[in-house]
C-alpha cells in the first residue's frame, strides 16, 4: 500500500477542543446542542476535501460518500463513529498531551498526584514501547472515544481521496450524536444512508475487532407497600422502603453483579432505587451474552421479589421487562464475510487480528438488528470515560491502515464474485 501521509493526529487534537458531551437528562435529539458544533465542523471539512454530499441532517448526523472508482459492482461500505463523549466526565476545556517516545513506567499526567497513569494498572502500555502516548492534562477526559475514530475515517478517506489508483466501492462516513447515551442510531436513516455493510470504529485496542456484544434488557419493580401514620401503624403499615431492602439484602454477594463479573460472565445490577413507605421502584440493568442466559437472569428476579413479597402478607409488586438491545453475533454470524474482511484488513495492516466481546452496547448491535450489520473495530484507545484515558499515535495510525485495506478487501473480493 502508498505510504499514507497522517492526518489523523492533527484533525484529532482539533476535534478534542469542541465540547461534546451529551446529556442523560436531556429530552433532545441530539440529547446538547453543542454537540452540532463538531458536526457543521466536520461537514466543512469534508466539503473541503470534495465530498460534495457532506451535509448534516435535523438530528446532528453527518454523513458524506466517497465514490467508488471500480469499473464492476462493489458493495458500499460505511464507517461510522460518534460525535459524544460521556456524560460522566468532563469533556470542556480539553487540554491534549503527548508524550513522546514512551520507554516504561508510569506517565504522570496531572500535578494531581492521584491522576497518573500508572502502568501497573494500565498493561496495554507495555505493548507501547517508543509509541507517543496523547492524555489530556487530567482535568478532563481526552475524547479518543470517539473522536480518534473519526479522525482515523477521515485521515482513511483523504489518503484514498489522494490516490485514486487504489480501488474501492462507494465509502460513507456516519458521525452520529448520543452514542454514550444509548441513542446513537434512534434517527439515523439506514435507507439513506445507503450501505450494504458498515463498521463502527469505536474499538480499544489495535487489533481487535468486536463482534459480539452484551445482550441487554431492563428490570423495573414496583414493590406496593400500605402508608398510614407510623402512630397508628401497628398491624398496618407494610413499608415498601424496608421489602426493598430486604431484596436487594438477598442478592448474590460473590456473582451476578458487575463489580464481581468480568469476561463471558453476565449480571443483574440494581442502579437506581427511588420511593417512600408506600411504594418503591427498583431499576435493574440485565445483561448477557445469550438471550437464553437473559431471561434466566429474569426469571431468577421475578422468583426471588414472588417470595419476598409472599413474607409480607398484604404487600404486591409489578414486574416489567423492557428489551435494550441483543448480541449483534446472532446477525453478523448471518454473513460472516463482513467480519472475516475486517480480521484480513487488521492482518494486512502488519497486525495480529483478535475477535473480542464487548461487555456492553454499541450503535452497531442496533444498526445491525436494524439490518445494517456493522463489527466494530478497533481505534487503538484505552482507559474511555476516564481522566485518565489514553491513545497511541501509532495505534492510530494501523486504524487507518485497517480502513484502507479494507476498503480494498471489499474491491477485491467483488472481481472474484
Known amino acids: 500500500m502508498t505510504q499514507i501521509q497522517h492526518t489523523c493526529v492533527e484533525r484529532f487534537l482539533k476535534y478534542v477542543t469542541f465540547d461534546t458531551q451529551s446529556s442523560e437528562e436531556s429530552t433532545t435529539f441530539p440529547s446538547t446542542e453543542k454537540q452540532k458544533d463538531l458536526a457543521l465542523y466536520l461537514v466543512a471539512e469534508l466539503q473541503e476535501m ?37 456524560p460522566d466526565v468532563s469533556g470542556k476545556d480539553v487540554k491534549a498531551k503527548i508524550h ?49 475514530g473519526i479522525a482515523e475515517i477521515i485521515d482513511a478517506f483523504n489518503h ?35 450501505a450494504a455493510y458498515a463498521y463502527t470504529i469505536d474499538g480499544e485496542t489495535a487489533g481487535e475487532i468486536e463482534d459480539e456484544t452484551f445482550c441487554a434488557d431492563a428490570v423495573t419493580m414496583t414493590i406496593k407497600g400500605i402508608n398510614v401514620h407510623p402512630g397508628y401503624g401497628k398491624n398496618k403499615l407494610i413499608n415498601a422502603v424496608k421489602i426493598s431492602v430486604e431484596l436487594i439484602d438477598k442478592l448474590p454477594k460473590d456473582t451476578l453483579s458487575p463489580e464481581t463479573t468480568e469476561k463471558r ?17 427498583i431499576k435493574f440493568l440485565i445483561r448477557d451474552f445469550t438471550v437464553p442466559g437473559l431471561k434466566e437472569k429474569e426469571a431468577y428476579l421475578q ?32 454473513d460472516p464475510k463482513v467480519v472475516e474482511y475486517a480480521l484480513e484488513a487488521v492482518k ?54 485497517v480502513i484502507v485495506h479494507l476498503a480494498q478487501i471489499w474491491a477485491e473480493k467483488s472481481v472474484a464474485v
Do not use: C
Open 348 to 401: 494486512r495492516a502488519g497486525l495480529t487480528p483478535k475477535r473480542n466481546i464487548i461487555r456492553g452496547g454499541t450503535d452497531g448491535a442496533q444498526l445491525s438488528y436494524k439490518g445494517l450489520l456493522t463489527p466494530n473495530i478497533f481505534t487503538g484507545g484505552h482507559n474511555f470515560h476516564a481522566r485518565t484515558e489514553w491513545i497511541s499515535i501509532q495505534d492510530m495510525h494501523s486504524a487507518v491502515r
Open 160 to 194: 484514498l481521496l489522494k490516490h485514486p489508483e487504489i480501488k474501492h466501492g462507494d465509502i460513507k462516513i456516519a458521525v452520529m450524536p448520543d452514542e454514550e447515551i444509548g441513542q446513537g442510531s434512534s434517527h439515523f436513516d439506514i435507507k439513506k444512508f445507503a
Open 100 to 148: 513522546r517516545n514512551y520507554q516504561g513506567g508510569d506517565i504522570v499526567i496531572s500535578s494531581d498526584p492521584l491522576i497518573v497513569l500508572k502502568a501497573v494498572e494500565n498493561p496495554h502500555l507495555a505493548q507501547q514501547l517508543g509509541h507517543d502516548i496523547i492524555t489530556s492534562d487530567g482535568s478532563t477526559l481526552l475524547g479518543a472515544d470517539n473522536k480518534a
Open 303 to 334: 422468583k426471588l421479589l414472588t417470595e419476598v413479597i409472599a413474607a409480607h402478607p398484604g404487600a404486591a409488586f409489578e414486574f416489567k421487562v423492557d428489551e435494550y438491545y441483543r448480541n449483534m453475533k446472532y446477525k453478523l454470524d448471518e
Open 265 to 281: 460472565e453476565g449480571y443483574v445490577h440494581p442502579h437506581q432505587i427511588s420511593g417512600n413507605v408506600e411504594q418503591v421502584v
Open 50 to 86: 470534495g465530498l460534495k454530499d457532506a451535509a448534516m441532517d435535523e438530528w446532528g448526523y453527518v454523513t458524506a460518500t466517497l465514490p467508488g472508482n471500480t469499473s464492476y459492482p462493489v458493495p458500499a461500505i460505511g464507517f461510522i463513529a460518534h460525535l459524544d463523549t460521556s
